[in-house]
């Protein structure tokens, strides 16, 4: 997971909104398809973007800046001028609820309601879809970087992007003979290396099983009674297991046939950003949102022209 932004040193910037950081990346994905596709230095584009549903306010103020950067900006030494011609947001988890609906029809989504849920890094988001429309959506701070604060509190000198990485790839498998849990310890004194690993595990594990127990509290308090729930973000492939136990009543949707879209799509990009199976799953997986809302987005704008 994030092995780009372990290459150079990122931070995950959990303090700022994320439609601020989206103006130069989305810059730098414009610039690098106009050079690719060797388009001239003025063309028109049509957008569409996810934002955390506790950002989704500022779905205005991120068009009017971003339709103001593209009008002169430089990328590789090429000035490139371009318009806005159309420009589409919508809160994150909606690409998944539009796919359903293509996927089982108008009639059939209007007569559900589907819950999505988004499972972050950086928090935790409920949309709630009625009659068709999102009627309603709720966020806190329950992200996954809270259960990796629990583990540094509870450990000595862990890095959190390391944390992170050696969490996820450790699963339900929160042991001492866990390869990626193993490689977490810093001590190299062997009287001292059993007493270190055993403080991880119990740190992770005691970390996670509050981090659910947060979560699940949440979902009793705020998730009304649903004919379906949809299962996104990094951190539910994580909690599987207990998401799947949670709504063993309900029926739920993971994405699986995107994801296997995605990874057609991506294969012979993927390798060259993940080491392992898990680390590919992960990265598929956190795509199918978007990837969702851009063949909606695709089939909208080809039925326009």
């Known amino acids: 997971m994030g092995f780009l932004a372990r290459q150079f040193s990122a931070s995950a910037r959990l303090d700022k909104l994320k439609y601020e950081t989206s103006i130069h990346k989305a810059l730098a994905v414009i610039g690098a398809i106009a050079q690719h596709n060797k388009l001239p230095n003025r063309f028109s584009l049509s957008l569409t973007s996810l934002l955390?549903?506790?950002?989704?306010?500022?779905?205005?103020?991120?068009?009017?800046?971003?339709?103001?950067?593209?009008?002169?900006?430089?990328?590789?030494?090429?000035?490139?001028?371009?318009?806005?011609?159309?420009?589409?947001?919508?809160p994150e988890g909606a690409g998944l609820a539009m796919i359903r609906q293509r996927q089982n029809g108008k009639e059939w989504f209007n007569a559900q309601t589907i819950a999505v849920l988004m499972f972050g890094h950086r928090n935790t988001s409920l949309l709630l879809f009625e009659r068709g429309k999102m009627t309603v959506g709720y966020t806190n701070g329950l992200g996954f970087h809270q259960m990796v604060k629990r583990v540094i509190e509870r450990t000595s000198g862990q890095d959190a992007t390391a944390l992170t990485s050696a969490i996820y790839a450790a699963g339900s498998d929160i042991t001492a003979d866990n390869q990626a849990i193993r490689a977490l310890v810093k001590s190299r004194e062997p009287k001292n290396i059993d007493y270190e690993l055993q403080m991880i595990v119990n740190a992770i594990a005691t970390a996670k099983a509050e981090y659910w127990s947060r979560l699940y509290d949440w979902l009793e308090s705020t998730l009304p009674a649903v004919n379906e729930v949809i299962l996104s973000g990094g951190a539910a492939l994580y909690l599987e297991q207990e998401l799947q136990d949670c709504f063993q009543e309900i029926s739920t949707y993971w994405g699986a046939d995107l994801q296997q879209q995605v990874q057609e799509v991506f294969k012979d990009k993927s390798n060259d950003y993940c080491h392992t199976f898990r680390e590919q799953e992960a990265l598929s997986f956190r795509l199918i949102d978007a990837f969702g809302l851009f063949m909606r987005f695709r089939a909208q704008i080809e039925k326009v022209a």
């Open 52 to 90: 955390p549903y506790g950002e989704y306010q500022n779905r205005q103020a991120f068009e009017q800046q971003l339709q103001s950067a593209l009008k002169d900006f430089r990328f590789r030494g090429q000035r490139l001028r371009v318009k806005l011609e159309r420009f589409e947001c919508l």
